[in-house]
């Protein structure tokens, strides 16, 4: 008997499968929506028999509407980027507002310790504790900007956002 790959069921479909599914596509199509990348590639990328390159991502990114995906790839399946892109997950606009606004109200707190920290230019050993608390809290900051950021592209994909003239009116505060 000859076998034709894995069973396809929800358990086993990583999230390139997913994100195709999500929008519809056949392997066929989603190629078509992609420069140099054909169903067979896209095949074994979903069986994992072969991982992605940085370009079959970011075509999958655009023709799936998920920019997330790149996110992905680079804290997940990039030797580079598993050490320094942290993982971000993209949830709904309310939520990550408040966590924005969580993060800015709990480093409020803490401006002027830093202040007394960053003084001299140094980090003393008397100062590591503090200094590694706001450093997590900033880390936090910077995970719910680039959530925002992702859900902003994300709707932006989905045609509920209008980015050119986002990018205008953030132009026009600089």
Known sequence: MISLGR????????????????????REKASEQMDGISAARIEKIEAESQ????????????????????NYYCSHQCDIGNRYV???TVSELPNIILETIAG????????????????DGEISTDE??????????????????D???LWVERTAGENKL???LLHAEKEKRR
């Open 7 to 26: 069973k396809s069921t929800k358990e086993n479909k990583n999230i390139y499968q997913l994100c195709r599914e999500e929008q519809h596509l056949t």
């Open 104 to 119: 800015l109200n709990e480093i409020n707190v803490h401006t002027q310790r830093l202040n007394q920290i960053a003084k």
């Open 51 to 70: 991982l992605p390159t940085p370009y079959d991502v970011v075509q999958m990114a655009a023709a799936y509407k998920r920019p997330d995906l790149c």
């Open 162 to 164: 209008d980015l050119a």
């Open 86 to 88: 942290p993982a971000v």
């Open 128 to 145: 590591i504790k503090d200094f590694a608390q706001i450093s997590n809290e900033l880390d936090e900051i910077s995970l719910a900007v």
């Open 147 to 149: 959530a925002l950021n």
